[in-house]
């Protein structure tokens, strides 16, 4: 265990004990507020995840990630957001695993990581086993529903305009916002007669004033979602601004007419056995409906029966790893969590989650073959 502890040990010299509250590194980063706005385009969940621990001061000597497989068109982290729920809904989306190790290294793995575990770790027998909970239908998943409201950065657009005029008072600056209706990764400066992004200054409100735009300053500072404008207005006479367009590069929600992705599939003959088990998710970091269904296909293939997630404490195995290969009854697992505990009748003990290892055959290029020929890159 590598971690600090959170406050001075309980010590009791008449029961002859010590108490100590630890905590690991992950606790603290989990806890860890954005001190600035962030945005990512087409990057995979390990490179996400790599700024984003580096922004707490992680290095990458202490960190081991897998290469992720999802690609994340757009994300856009707010200042206060904290490290924790974003890290969960970047692995959800990838279905991987983020975890920190015993020597202290935080470790993330993709959704294949723990497939490409051919070696069995242990066997659990009988023997081992001091207490094994009965499944139940709690654990099992036959229904999944998927929805997700991923961004895509778009081509340079309108993305604001001012319908009303805006008085510009002499000897000062006037100072508004434009708020975008979606965040946007660049913002064309407006100028004075600008194909696309420009404004116009008159004498007017109604604009049929003299043209006087030479007249003011215009400065825009961008933000995410809005920009803040400042006109100085450089002459005596009040001025009016008629018009303005402002043009950018926004990060619109996909899907047709931009409401996103629903995906829904079950498992006939489970949910027939157990009736409805659905799992809900909600990650705006799932990309496509293709992305949606595998997700959605795995979740259900690995906890679609009874004997699909099995929980049992035996004697400690401190060698044993999150994701490592054991069998049970002839059955493969991974291991998806382990609770490490000294217990009064048993001594020195493990409680293991392990949930079920099912196998996919994927197209590999250079390796697979198409109709019995060879599939190989030049």
Avoid at 153 to 161: A, F, G, H, L, N
Wanted: charged share 25%.
């Amino acid at each position: 265990f590598v971690g600090e502890t959170v406050e001075t040990p309980v010590v009791s010299t008449n029961d002859r004990t010590a108490k100590l509250h630890c905590r690991d590194f992950l606790d603290r980063i989990w806890n860890f507020p954005l001190e600035a706005t962030v945005m990512y385009t087409d990057k995979r969940t390990d490179e996400v995840l790599t700024s984003l621990f580096a922004l707490y001061g992680i290095t990458s000597d202490q960190v081991d990630f897998q290469r992720g497989i999802n690609i994340i068109a757009f994300a856009y982290f707010k200042k206060g957001d904290k490290l924790g729920p974003i890290i969960q809904k970047l692995c959800e989306a990838e279905l991987g695993w983020l975890y920190l190790d015993e020597s202290g290294i935080i470790k993330f793995e993709n959704r294949s990581g723990w497939l490409l575990r051919d070696t069995v770790i242990l066997d659990i027998t009988d023997s081992l086993v001091i207490t094994e909970k009965t499944p139940t239908t709690q654990h099992i998943i036959n229904v999944a529903e998927i929805t997700a409201h991923p961004r895509t950065v778009r081509d340079e657009q309108q993305i604001w305009s001012k319908d009303t005029a805006e008085e510009l008072p002499t000897g000062g600056d006037t100072v508004f916002f434009a708020d975008y209706a979606d965040p946007v990764t660049s913002v064309t400066t407006p100028t004075d007669g600008g194909a696309n992004s420009n404004y116009l200054v008159n004498e007017a409100a109604d604009g049929s004033g003299a043209d006087r735009t030479g007249d003011v300053t215009f400065a825009i500072v961008n933000y995410a979602e809005s920009s803040k404008i400042t006109i100085t207005n450089n002459t005596g006479t009040t001025l009016y601004l008629t018009s303005l367009n402002i043009w950018g590069t926004p990060a619109k929600i996909t899907g047709a007419d931009g409401e996103g992705i629903f995906y829904r599939t079950q498992d006939d003959t489970s949910v027939d056995e157990f009736e409805e088990q659905v799992v809900k998710i909600n990650n705006d970091f799932i990309q496509d409906t293709d992305d949606a269904s595998t997700i959605a296909t795995l979740l259900i293939e690995d906890r679609k029966t009874m004997s699909s997630y099995v929980e049992l404490t035996i004697p400690a195995q401190p060698y044993l790893q999150i994701g490592d290969l054991v069998t049970r009854n002839s059955q493969e697992y991974n291991i998806q969590r382990i609770t490490t505990s000294l217990s009064a009748d048993d001594g020195f003990i493990q409680t293991l989650t392990l949930v079920n290892r099912t196998i996919r055959e994927y197209f590999t290029l250079d390796l697979s073959e198409l109709d019995g020929v060879a599939v190989l890159l030049p």
